[in-house]
């Protein structure tokens, strides 16, 4: 089993940053890709990031240019970094980890609120 733990998010006006960060513990012997999805009320869950194990990134055009996203391959942990959030951003944010052999994982969420 794999658990991730997310922690950072809150409350932020917006042009303003956040940092959010997902600590992956268990049995992982390698991992496929770590990132980022994001829900907001009524809407369908979407990809923010992900960020593969020799470093290359997805972001979704939304972000592109305001967030990035980075891995520490050696604590299994991954982070992205919010910059000129806007309010469209705010929504709850989900870690999610697939491992090499084809495992799906989600943390709990945190809440991201931007206000206008």
């Known amino acids: 089993q794999v658990q991730l733990v997310e922690s950072g998010g809150g409350l932020v006006q917006a042009g303003g940053s956040l940092r959010l960060s997902c600590a992956a513990s268990g049995s992982i012997f390698s991992i496929n890709f770590m990132g980022w999805y994001r829900q907001a009320p009524g809407k369908q869950r979407e990809l923010v990031a992900i960020?593969?194990?020799?470093?290359?990134?997805n972001f979704a055009d939304s972000v592109k240019g305001r967030f990035t996203i980075s891995r520490d391959n050696a604590k299994n942990t991954v982070n992205l970094q919010m910059n000129s959030l806007k309010p469209e951003d705010t929504a709850v944010y989900y870690c999610?980890?697939?491992?090499?052999?084809?495992?799906?994982?989600w943390g709990q969420g945190a809440q991201v609120t931007v206000s206008s």
């Open positions: 960020i593969r194990g020799y470093g290359s990134t």
């Open positions: 999610r980890v697939v491992t090499g052999d084809g495992n799906d994982y």
